[in-house]
């Protein structure tokens, strides 16, 4: 790769569909030498490659996760090497390991590197539910289980939050191969069920919990409520996040009863 020739500019799509991307982004994406993208790393609910060529008006090149992990973005890089490129990303761009991954192959590269940032589901949901950011613990993700792999890692992240009184942000799992999205009941029914093993009155039927969906859109779902109870709210929006309160400020408190329709008496759960 020849050095200091070419530049690869990281746009974030945002959380749900063409209204979340910057407008520097899709002004920087109409000019550029070459423009990809990818859908793997995150769900978003209203936005596919044909969507945003049209919205571009031009050719967006689609890159899978076997081209920027197990290939280490050979082919955006080459391109990057000759001219500006253009990569959009779920989310806000640095998020995903993935993307700094391909960010620091670039610089090294000698390529220069630009990052436009968009909203991002770490600070949305907090946004969104009312609870204050940094009072979050460590996030973790909920995988879709099969009969030999079920990872007890998203309880023992939980517990170790709620003693510490942080709140926990809980990502459900996005296949993107087979278009499958996680459900909030699906993934408190996972958690559920480690409880009964575990047995450490971690996440119960009457653990505190917020189901959020759709979140970036103009029509959203934040319910808040005993876990029990929430199992039988139908979250028909994608995709879906769940977050565990820990200690509650009487602030959050209201917020959740307010913004997350959740009853007085459950709070305490």
Do not use: C
């Not at 050095?3 to 002004?27: A, H, Q, S």
């Not at 990052?115 to 949901?125: L, M, N």
Request: net charge negative; charged share 25%.
């Amino acid at each position: 790769m020849l050095k200091g020739l070419g530049k690869l500019i990281f746009v974030g799509l945002g959380l749900r569909g063409l209204g979340g991307i910057p407008v520097k982004g899709v002004e920087e994406a109409r000019k550029a030498d070459k423009v990809f993208a990818e859908f793997y790393t995150s769900p978003i609910a209203d936005l596919d490659l044909e969507a945003l060529e049209k919205f571009l008006g031009r050719q967006v090149i689609e890159v899978k996760r076997f081209n920027l992990e197990d290939e280490g973005g050979r082919t955006v890089l080459d391109e990057a090497s000759k001219g500006v490129v253009v990569l959009f990303v779920p989310g806000d761009p640095m998020i995903a390991t993935t993307h700094l991954d391909l960010r620091l192959r670039a610089l090294k590269a000698g390529i220069r590197v630009e990052i436009i940032h968009a909203p991002s589901i770490y600070s949305a949901a907090a946004s969104a539910s009312g609870l204050q950011i940094y009072k979050f613990g460590r996030t973790v993700t909920i995988p879709f289980p099969s009969e030999t792999y079920m990872p007890e890692t998203p309880y023992e992240v939980v517990r170790e939050n709620l003693s510490r009184g942080h709140h926990s942000l809980i990502l459900l799992d996005y296949d993107a191969e087979a278009g499958r999205w996680m459900t909030v009941r699906e993934g408190l029914e996972y958690l559920l069920r480690i409880e009964e093993k575990q047995r450490e009155n971690v996440v119960t039927r009457d653990r505190l919990a917020v189901g959020l969906a759709g979140l970036g859109g103009e029509d959203t779902q934040i319910i808040g409520g005993r876990v029990g109870r929430l199992l039988s709210v139908e979250f028909r929006l994608k995709p879906q996040t769940i977050i565990i309160p820990g200690r509650l400020h009487f602030m959050e408190a209201e917020a959740l009863k307010v913004l997350a329709q959740t009853p007085e008496e459950e709070l305490e759960a």
